[in-house]
Structures are given as C-alpha cells and as structure tokens.
C-alpha cells in the first residue's frame, strides 16, 4: 500500500491517494482543486472510493472532475448531504473568485461511526469528528488516520465557519483521535503530518493544561 499527498488549490489543501500495486486499485481523499494533479497519480489504478472527511469548497473542488474520470462512489457524512450540490453550504458561493459554484455530484454512500470500508484486503474505519463542521469524518487504515481538518501538525481547524463548534472540535479529538495509539500517523487535511504522540504532548490546543482565550493563530 502506498500514500500521496497533494497540496492542492489556493488553500493548498491535502488530498490522499492510496494505491494498493497487488490489486492495482486506489482511493481517493479529499479531491480538491486541481484535479489533473490527482488523475496522474491515479495513472491506471482503477479507483473504487472516493471518501470525504467533509465537504468544504478546498476539499471538494476536484470532485465532479474526477467522478466523471472514474466513476467511483462518493462517500460523506448524512449531515453534509446537502454540502455538495449547495454552494452556500459547501462555500463556494462566497469565495465565487476561486473557480465559480460549486455543484457536484450527490453522494452515493453515507458514512458513519463504527462503519467499515473494504479497500485491497483492508478496512478503513470511520470516525465521527464533528466541530470543524458538523459532518466532518475521519478515515482510520491500519495505523494511519486521514484527520481532515480537525486536527493539524500543532494547531486544529477553524470552527468559525457555519456548522463549525470549538468545544465540539476540542471533544472529538480527545475522545475519537486521542484514544488512538500514539505511533499512528495523522495526515491532516493542511499542512505536514503528525502522530497522535505528538500532538499530545505538544499541540497547544489540546494538551490537558491549555486554558482556551478565544484565539486561534
């Protein structure tokens, strides 16, 4: 099994390629903007999910794109179900200047915690962790969680966009990412990746003797 990263799009958010060379098969996570970038990855790997841990505009701008490539199924949170044909809800309608509306195509799976997804002879988990917004997901294979935008390399993502909740965010991560085994990798939805050791132990807004002022840098 084998992992890239892009950074795609002005908010040079992070999407996921995972390939498996035995069954040459790949998924996708998070297809942002750019999406030529993550076709070439994909090269003649059939894919076979296409998984989002939400559905804001730098996580969805590739995603109609490379549905129409692949046809693979799409697969969110119920909460953001709406997300992806509404530019209102997904934030496209609001920043127009980054490639126009957003619309793409429904979901045709609903993800949920404790659900199982088979991928090469593996599964991946499914966490809920909302606070970011209120679908975000997180994906759990082997020792490696795909995080979103809920927990980042010494920081945790924004939650002053409509649905976001910091409280929400602070709980999910200490009970859902928190629990995890220290060694697993993180790969966060911007930026470079983390373990759960790490963060713990240095990530200022969920070490246990952080007090919150209201700031977020």
């Known amino acids: 099994m084998h992992i890239q990263g892009f950074a795609l799009g002005a908010f040079q958010t ?4 995972v390939t498996d060379e035995g069954t040459r098969t790949a998924l996708v996570i998070d297809p ?33 794109k ?19 044909t509404n530019p209102m809800l997904n934030g496209s309608g609001r920043w127009p200047q980054l490639g126009g509306p957003i619309t793409d ?9 404790g659900d199982k997804i088979p991928f090469a002879g593996r599964e991946l988990s499914v966490v809920f962790v909302p606070g970011h917004s209120p679908g975000s997901v997180a994906y759990i294979l082997e020792d490696q969680v795909f995080a979103g935008d809920t927990l980042f390399y010494g920081s945790i993502g924004r939650t002053d966009l409509p649905g976001g909740d910091f ?18 990798v993180v790969y ?21 003797d952080y007090v919150y002022d209201g700031e977020i840098e």
């Open 14 to 17: 992070n999407c996921y390629v």
């Open 188 to 208: 966060p939805g911007h930026g470079p990746e983390t373990t759960v050791e790490r963060e713990k132990k240095l990530n200022p807004f969920v070490r246990e």
């Open 105 to 113: 195509p429904a979901a045709d799976h609903f993800v949920a915690e």
């Open 66 to 84: 490379l549905k129409e490539v692949t046809g693979a199924p799409i697969y969110i949170h119920e909460n953001e179900k709406d997300w992806l």
């Open 32 to 64: 942002g903007y750019n999406p030529e970038i993550v076709l070439d990855a994909i090269d003649d790997y059939k894919v076979t999910h296409i998984l989002l841990t939400h559905a804001h505009l730098d996580h969805i701008g590739g995603l109609g």
């Open 167 to 184: 409280d929400t965010l602070i709980t999910s991560i200490r009970t859902k990412l928190y629990t995890l085994p220290p060694q697993t």
